[in-house]
């Protein structure tokens, strides 16, 4: 028996295996729930897989998801987190998903000129 040929058909049958292996393609784009304007930079990670993207300057995305993978979650700085679940039952879905802006503020601003009395004195 020649283990050259087995190699070669385990290996093919390894690679149809993972070629067979569904693949959800999700494309879209993520808007200002206000405005409609896109959102340019939000981080898109997959859950499952800890993989992820970002939207381009239009705000569109493009992402492939393993079998195993369901749930997006969008982030990026001023707007509230959103988690989104795939539906796939298609090959292909596409998403707009709209972020609302979330207020961050201050309580309270302390101002301490300590540190340049410091090196005031220690000239």
Known sequence: MRPVPILF???ALLAAKT???????VSGQVVDAKSGEPVVGVNILVQET????????EGRFTL????KAE??????????EKEK???KSSDE???TVALDETEVGLDEVVVNRLHHLL????K
């Open 9 to 11: 058909v385990m290996i």
């Open 19 to 25: 070629s067979l292996a569904r693949q959800t393609e």
């Open 50 to 57: 800890n993989s992820g993207t970002t939207t381009d300057l």
């Open 64 to 67: 492939s998801l393993s079998e």
């Open 71 to 80: 749930t997006l979650t969008f982030r990026f700085v001023g707007y509230k």
């Open 85 to 87: 679940t795939i539906d």
């Open 93 to 95: 879905v596409e998403l």
């Open 119 to 122: 090196t005031t004195l220690k």
